[in-house]
């Protein structure tokens, strides 16, 4: 008789235990195969939530490689539903352990097979109709919805298994305690405005700590970095021409450009622009205004990007000036303010909320239609959707709904945010926008040698992981399609690009500038540039965009979202005491801290160190640990940077970004 040792690791997940009767038969592939044996320790709770088990079978078939099992549970017990992590067999007898990697819930009362490492391209899979029939389940499970008309598509129901664990959701709860501490921090702030800039600084000893927007916060030094490293720096562009409706001269602009000319500044590459035209008509709160501006910036000698001029509003007028740095000092300080409420109202609307949540929830949809659990392509990317479905239900609920946050803290408030995410959604190509080097390319910021913007420490980072992702997904793809002949035969990715291309008035995502050319993907190029931008905005991207926030907008006069009244028309010397009035008042401030501040706390693991492990096929783990060394290789060159920086940009150490938008 042959002794196998069998461990069965039970899923983290709502009902994830059994008490059904399980029983199992093991395989070799060959026409060898054991007797089916019940798993059962006799006076133990077997199969509970999260928990391994560990049983021994014997059988007078010596099978030394177990290469398939065949499971089954009947519907037994009051609580018979069952989701398997894995299954390990160990031969005693050879020692050869196998393992089978599950990530399902099982069928009751069906024969379910599983080969070892559980990874096959559809047209190689020895079991399709099992596959097909579990892919048919898992369609009615992800259905598409426009939620809201003009935003990508998103799932029709939250799916049990897309929710928050246990763990998770008690996580996000008592971060929100702590914060909150039962809403005593509101007798730190008292009720109603502010009085004084001290005023405001003084609470942040007491609370939450001191957001680094505080420092520096009024310097032109410090609005500079906003635009290149803080939450939102996909907006700058080389300026390569002054636009008409921008009110400059070469007179106005001259002392702030070291002496050059506005043409020869542009020629030398030193001068860049910002233009939020975008946000012409957007609805706002009702009695506050969002600008709509055009600001220039001049990289000093320093490498230092400096703003030159702000013109709140587009088009030239008398009540429309252009601000500039010799404009009386809280004025020009108060223009900054205004731009910045413009900015970060894009940021949240678009970088955050369109460009990472929405779009990518739309793919995660896809992929759980189109893509067995079976697929190497769907291992590749699931570790980069978990909880993003979770999040978005949580967010458009209590974030974006009317009179959420998004409302009492933002000057388009939640109707203007869906107006702005549609106008993103809607301009938005995984060929540019998904696709970093092209991004930058577009904006003529492309520069590995820091001969553009050497202070551009985001983007720097950011070209590096893009590149480090870029060659893991490459290895990967090249791993199970080595011919051409394996993705074209392959209908389940083929379905993938269909459903990824399709317009959504017809059941599909309708994503534009997704390389699936003729109806069909036909090459590693394209699939690598898919999954590439898949994975880099489920996390580099959406990283980017989050973590900061509560370093940029914890302070609300270094970025505001909302201010008060209306922005200046002349260039008259105000005081701090007109600043001070601009400020939100103190409830409001207590929202936008503690909001931001859990925004900003990492949930989940970091890049490359997978919550889930779906990889066990040894050549595609070795591809992964090869991605893990090469982010901490990057890791290091950050820290060595850091070390001779007196400002130092930390926000996308890998070690510091989630593998997934969870929150």
């Given amino acids: 008789m042959t002794t196998y040792e069998i461990k069965v690791k039970t899923g983290d997940r709502f009902g994830a235990g059994t008490d059904a009767n399980v029983e199992i038969v093991l395989l070799d592939g060959s026409g060898k195969q054991t007797k089916p044996a019940n798993l059962d320790n006799w006076f133990r709770n077997d199969f509970e939530r999260n928990q391994l088990d560990v049983f021994k079978i014997k059988d007078d078939t010596d099978i030394p490689e177990v290469t398939e099992i065949k499971l089954k549970r009947d519907q037994a017990g009051l609580f018979s539903d069952w989701f398997v992590d ?77 929710n928050f664990s246990t763990d998770a959701k008690l996580d996000i709860a008592k971060r929100k305690y702590c914060l909150l501490a039962g809403k005593a921090v509101e007798l730190i702030f008292g009720s109603g405005s502010w009085k004084t800039l001290e005023n405001l600084k003084g609470v942040y000893s007491k609370i939450f700590g001191y957001p680094k927007g505080m420092n520096d916060w009024k310097s032109d030094e410090s609005f500079g970095w906003q635009r290149i490293n803080s939450v939102n720096p996909n907006l700058i562009c080389l300026c390569t021409e002054i636009p008409d409706k921008l009110g400059v001269t070469d007179e106005e602009l001259k002392p702030f450009l070291e002496g050059m000319t506005i043409s020869e500044a542009i020629s030398k590459k030193r001068l860049f622009i910002i233009d939020l035209e975008i946000l012409e008509g957007i ?87 189109c893509l067995s659990p079976s697929h190497p392509m769907f291992k590749l990317l699931a570790p980069h959707f978990l909880y993003i479905i979770a999040i978005n239900d949580r967010a458009l609920n209590f974030l974006v709904s009317p009179g959420g946050w998004i409302d009492k803290t933002m000057a388009v408030g939640s109707t203007g945010v869906l107006e702005l995410a549609k106008e993103g ?82 059941g599909g995502c309708g994503f534009e500038g997704v390389p699936f050319e003729n109806g069909k993907f036909s090459s590693v190029d ?26 940029a907008y914890g302070f609300p006069p270094s970025y505001p979202t909302k201010i008060k009244g209306v922005p200046p028309k002349n260039k008259n010397s ?53 991605f893990r060394k090469e982010l901490k290789d990057i890791s290091l060159k950050i820290h060595q940077r850091n070390e001779k920086l007196e400002r130092k940009y930390e926000y996308l150490l890998p070690e510091e970004i989630p593998n997934s938008i969870s929150i």
């Fill in 86 to 162: 894995k299954i390990e067999v160990l031969n005693q007898k050879s020692g050869v352990t196998s393992v089978f990697p599950i990530l399902r819930w099982i069928r009751p009362d069906v024969d379910l097979y599983f080969g070892k490492y559980d990874t096959f391209l559809p047209q190689y899979d020895p079991r399709p109709e099992q596959r097909n029939a579990e892919l048919q389940e898992k369609q009615k499970l992800y259905e598409y919805e426009e939620k809201f008309s003009g935003l990508p598509v998103q799932v029709k129901t939250v799916p049990e298994d897309e």
């Fill in 283 to 369: 609805t706002c709160v009702e009695g506050h205004v969002c600008p709509v501006p055009i600001a220039l910036f001049f990289e000093n000698s320093k490498g230092q990007l400096m703003p030159v001029a702000i013109q709140l509003f587009q088009q030239k007028a008398p009540d429309n000036p252009v601000f500039l740095p010799s404009d009386p000092p809280n004025t020009w300080l108060i223009a900054k303010m205004w731009y910045n409420v413009a900015d970060s109202n894009y940021h949240q609307a678009i970088t955050h909320l369109g460009y990472t949540h929405l779009l990518m929830e739309g793919i995660c949809v896809a992929a759980n239609r």
């Fill in 425 to 506: 959604a809607r301009t938005w190509r995984m060929g540019l926008e998904g696709s970093y080097p092209e991004f930058l390319k577009s904006r003529g910021l492309y520069c590995k040698d820091g001969s553009i913007l050497p202070t551009f420490y985001q983007r720097d980072d950011t070209l590096a992981l893009y590149e480090a992702i870029f060659g893991y997904v490459s290895k990967y793809v090249n791993l199970y399609y080595d011919t051409s002949d394996k993705i074209l035969k392959d209908v389940e990715i083929q379905t993938f690009g269909q459903e990824l291309t399709k317009s959504k008035s017809k």
């Fill in 526 to 551: 394209q699939l690598t540039a898919v999954f590439t931008s898949v994975i880099f905005s489920s996390s580099v991207v959406h990283a980017a965009a989050n973590f900061p926030q509560y370093d």
């Fill in 574 to 626: 105000l005081n701090e005491e007109n600043l001070v009035q601009l400020l939100i008042d103190k409830s409001t401030t207590l929202d936008t801290m503690v909001i931001t501040r859990i925004l900003s706390e990492r949930s989940t693991n970091a890049l490359g160190d997978f919550e889930v492990n779906y990889t066990y096929d040894p050549a595609a783990v070795q591809i992964v640990e090869e």
